[in-house]
């Protein structure tokens, strides 16, 4: 038995209560426990309404609602007001743990409680982050080169499942709020940057994690095609673009509002 008495298991909400009644019962099958579990919901439909109540009647949540859809920025903030332990696992619904997720989990968090200036451990990605070094057998460390050139070091921070500290707004400040998801999670993205965040990020993030999509329950995120076109001559243009962008504005942006 996996119990995290000090850590909150933050989970976003909307449309897809199979997905998150999935993720509930295999970190119950895995005797994999927290010191609380809040479900912040945002806006879901009649149906998923209902189902919500029910989960939260087997699994005793914390859930917090909103009358009308208000975007990925507002979902997370409200749902982190309601955290009341110092650190936070926050992670989507339609993730499924793996049987090796308890025991490294409680590495990462061992990690965090033994090195104060750690401010996320990262458990999941599309793709490796772009500088890292070794820290141990399962994680390395992240870092930020002065004149790093692959673009992808923005993903310092990361949406997808994670470990942070609870008070992280202090330093990092809030989600934007009335924007789309992408440009929320970018804008928080340049605030680790600038605020010189640093984290460690699971090797083998593939197989910790995994993401479900089902055709009754897809994804919600939408994107620009050109964004994800493979063409070569779009690639070099979507590249050279980010990378001055980006480093733009590390500098010029300014910083999140914070508490």
């Avoid at 008495?5 to 998150?20: A, D, G, M, P, W």
């Avoid at 426990?33 to 209902?50: L, P």
């Avoid at 942070?164 to 990092?172: A, E, I, P, V």
């Amino acid at each position: 038995m996996y119990t995290f008495f000090q850590v909150s298991l933050l989970i976003t909400h909307y449309n897809r209560s199979s997905s998150l009644a999935n993720l509930l019962y295999t970190l119950k099958d895995l005797k994999c426990g927290f010191g609380e579990i809040i479900v912040s919901d945002d806006g879901s439909n009649e149906e998923h309404q209902g189902k919500l109540h029910l989960l939260q009647k087997a699994f005793g949540f914390k859930l917090i609602t909103t009358p009308v859809n208000r975007g990925l920025g507002h979902n997370i903030n409200k749902g982190q007001d309601a955290v009341t332990k110092p650190y936070t696992l926050y992670i989507q619904e339609d993730f499924e743990p793996s049987a090796q997720f308890p025991h490294l989990f409680l590495q990462g968090l061992e990690h965090m409680k033994a090195k104060k200036a750690l401010d996320i451990v990262r458990f999941y990605a599309y793709s490796p982050y772009a500088y890292l070094k070794p820290f141990d057998e399962h994680f390395s460390q992240m870092f930020h080169p002065t004149f790093g050139t692959d673009y992808t070091k923005i993903y310092l921070y990361s949406d997808h499942p994670h470990l942070r500290r609870s008070d992280f707004f202090q330093k990092f400040g809030r989600y934007p709020e009335g924007l789309k998801g992408d440009l929320t999670e970018y804008k928080m993205c340049i605030s680790f940057l600038q605020n010189k965040a640093q984290g460690l990020f699971y090797n083998d993030f593939s197989k910790l994690l995994i993401q479900k999509n089902s055709q009754q329950e897809p994804s919600t995120m939408t994107r620009i095609s050109w964004r994800e076109s493979k063409a070569v001559w779009i690639k070099l243009l979507r590249d050279t673009y980010r990378q001055l962008k980006y480093n733009f504005d590390i500098i010029a942006q300014p910083p999140l509002r914070k508490l």
